[in-house]
């Protein structure tokens, strides 16, 4: 079975330096990377179904962005944003695409790593070649955000696997249909045991911070700025909506369609926020749109 190389870059905020961990699947010398970018509260090891299914194409570069997983976390939590993010990414980039053939990725990103995929490919000069938003889109659902905001700032404690899984699973139920096996992977990849033996979510409980921050001027800012870096993407995009989806309305994804890189949309059945793209049918549209197979 192929596995993964862990890996870390060493990256810069307003406080200080952090690594952000990274996981690397494929030829280290194939120069034709995909970049995969999880959401708020999951990790890397998210993409592990669909960096196998693509490794023999390209190598693909999974990062678990800060305060998340393997990474390090911000000595500002305040810095929990997306400006911070983006400048990580480029620092992996650096190192990416350091001394390769070619200077460019495609990118696939999963709600928050779908922004973040929308902040790099909004630069001049922008390495992304092709980008996937995976159900996410410059205009986010405020009642949808504080229910993501809450289950974030939840500082839940288990005494057993069993109790956390559950609590993922229920939590993670607009994910679709899943079989025990993967919801136990779902789960597992985002939990781990304390110094006294309890089972908690692996992130800081930091992230909270800003969404808690957030006034209705300050959506309204953020909104404005997402859509200008959606107006300024050249590259071609798709967009991947659950069709149940409470972040991505179909108002915002039609209208995504009609502007900026013009994006094509996939819409995906039985699903809500956000489709995990562990299956076969699903990293099948990925697959579809990055090399035409």
Request: charged letters at 20%; a negative charge.
């Amino acid at each position: 079975m192929i596995e993964a190389q862990i890996k870390s870059v060493q990256c810069l905020s307003m406080s200080g330096l952090h690594h952000m961990a990274y996981k690397e699947w494929g030829d280290a010398d194939n120069p034709n990377v995909l970049v995969c970018v999880h959401g708020v509260t999951r990790v890397a090891d998210d993409f592990d179904n669909m960096a196998r299914a693509l490794a023999g194409d390209y190598r693909v570069v999974c990062p678990d962005v800060v305060g998340r997983g393997r990474s390090g976390r911000l000595r500002n939590p305040q810095l929990y944003r997306l400006p911070q993010y983006v400048s990580d990414m480029i620092t992996l980039l650096a190192r990416v695409l350091a001394n390769g053939e070619r200077q460019t990725v495609d990118w696939f990103g999963t709600s928050m790593g779908g922004l973040i995929g929308l902040g790099v490919a909004a630069l001049p000069d922008s390495p992304i070649s092709k980008m996937i938003l995976n159900d996410i889109g410059p205009v986010l659902d405020p009642v949808a955000l504080q229910r993501i905001g809450d289950y974030i700032g939840q500082d839940m404690r288990f005494h057993t696997f069993e109790e956390a899984a559950k609590f993922i699973r229920d939590v993670s139920v607009p994910f679709g249909p899943h079989s025990d096996a993967e919801w136990h992977k779902l789960a597992s990849d985002v939990l781990r045991q304390d110094s006294d033996g309890m089972w908690i979510r692996h992130y800081d409980m930091g992230l909270s911070l800003p969404f808690r921050s957030a006034t209705p001027e300050s959506a309204k800012t953020d909104e404005e700025g997402l859509w200008a870096a959606y107006d300024a993407v050249r590259c071609p995009t798709l967009l991947v909506r659950g069709a149940e989806s409470d972040l991505l309305s179909p108002a915002t994804a039609a209208s995504m369609t009609q502007r900026g890189p013009r994006a094509t949309l996939v819409e995906i059945p039985g699903v809500g926020h956000a489709p995990t793209f562990v299956h076969d049918e699903q990293i099948a549209i990925v697959r579809k749109f990055l090399l035409n197979k």
